[in-house]
């Protein structure tokens, strides 16, 4: 723990080093526990985040076919003015 995380150098790659800014490390007491074998429970519903994918690519396939087929329609349109 540092008295200003925010002022932690970045060296890329997810990895920070101490810095003036951040301050020394506090080193105390544990601040948190592991817990063997325990699994992370997460907020996400993933049936209905797939779900929602889905319905997203299919409403994506729908708008491209529609800007093709219009762009069918005005070629067409170019075409016999011609």
Do not use: C, H, W
Request: glycine share 8%; proline share 1%; charged share 25%.
């Amino acid at each position: 723990m540092f008295k200003n995380p925010e002022g932690l150098e970045a060296l890329g790659g997810n990895l920070y080093k101490e810095s003036a800014n951040s301050g020394a490390a506090i080193q105390g007491k544990v601040m948190g526990k592991i817990n063997q074998g325990a699994i992370e429970m997460s907020n996400v519903d993933l049936s209905e985040e797939f779900t929602e994918m889905i319905v997203t690519t299919r409403a994506f396939q729908a708008a491209s076919k529609v800007i093709t087929t219009s762009d069918e329609l005005l070629q067409e349109i170019v075409n016999l003015k011609r």
